[in-house]
């Protein structure tokens, strides 16, 4: 079966997870590098790509890699490479990237450059001059680097994060994708009672209930390659299928969130039941003054604020200290909080058993990992 190389992005730090991700899929030859994971696998794995990713950003097909010096080198390499092989005569292909440490700096130039050599490349095959582009989405990526030309199409559309349940804005939301891997690292059990206090719109129970019930994240919304002649309809149907059977929706976990800001129980619970996991969720208003969970053994996993979005840091650091005197440590429990703040272990008042370097956004944090008691 043919084999296709792909790259996936990520954010800074969740190289690993991904990585791991796409082993379990079954993807082969997987290297992690900074901020992206490259892997090979048949069209069945990069649906399911698509399907099961948490952590990962979108999922790439790599179409060719060149040195590229100069801009004729750039325009005769990617006239080379078999366009047509994905886009058919009315496909819409906008080009985005980035050039780093390169002599192609000006991104838009090379911007212009890719394009030409694709429409000249499409234009010999189907043997016209100008596309109307108002079929299906072929966004091609380019990444220029140390004059390393990589360029790819994005099979996603809309990036893997987001996955149709959070539609509304809110103040100052994790990420998806890295509200999953802050679960993944956490390993909630079949069984767990996960707490958030500061649950926000409530994205890292959603995600610790879909981790722990095994449900694909991408189930419930569209892939640009849904649309491409070279991935079946047939195809996205048989392993969305084979997603809804993996799912275990019987297990005893449970979710518990609370947020001072008596929007967010309402939002949360929405959000919750777009993702098909309110069964096992609850949400309340409360402040974390008053945090004493009624379960004997339970696991917290937290994203307070920081005092760069919301509050400042002396405000923030005022939570950090009433974190540190709720979160009593006791057997049966364990905590997860994600914060930039270098001093929060002191503030907090006990050390971490363990902490891992993240990037929320462009924000260095740490994860602070207390299981020890
Ligand atoms: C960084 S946001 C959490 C975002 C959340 N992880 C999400 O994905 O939407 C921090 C949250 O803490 C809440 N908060 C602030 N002070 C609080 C307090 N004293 N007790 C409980 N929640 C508080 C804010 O209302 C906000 O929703």
Known sequence: MEQIKCCVPCLFGLEALVAQELKKIGAADVRAENGRVYFTGTRETVVDANLWLRTGQRVELVLGEFTARSFEELFDQTCALPWEQWIPENGRFPVKGHALNSRLHSVPDCQSIIKKAV?????????????????????????????????????????LHKRGYRPAAQPAPIRETLGAALCMIA?????????????????????????????????????????????????????????????TPGIPFRGVGSDIDPKMAGISADNAKRAGVSDCLQFFTADIRSFAPETPRGMVITNPPYGERLLDQEQARAL?????????????????????????????????????????????CNYYQYFKY
């Open 320 to 364: 950090y200290q009433e974190m540190g005197r709720v979160f009593l440590k006791k057997p049966g429990w364990r905590y997860y909080i994600i914060a930039p703040d270098q001093e929060f272990e002191r503030i907090f008042g006990r050390p971490a058993d363990k902490r891992r370097k993240l990037y929320n956004g462009m924000l260095e």
């Open 187 to 247: 390993r909630p059990y079949p069984d767990t009672v996960l707490y958030d206090p500061f649950c926000g719109s409530g994205t890292l129970l959603i995600e610790g209930a879909m981790l722990t019930r095994n449900m694909a994240p991408g189930l419930n919304r569209g892939f640009a390659a849904e649309n491409w002649p070279a991935f079946p309809r047939a195809l996205w149907q048989e392993r969305r299928s084979a997603a809804r059977r993996a799912a």
């Open 119 to 159: 429409v000249r490349r499409l234009g010999k095959v189907y043997g016209r001059e100008i596309f109307g582009e108002e079929g299906a989405l072929f966004g091609i990526r380019f990444s220029i680097f140390k004059d390393r030309a990589t360029l790819m199409l994005d099979t996603s559309g809309q990036a």
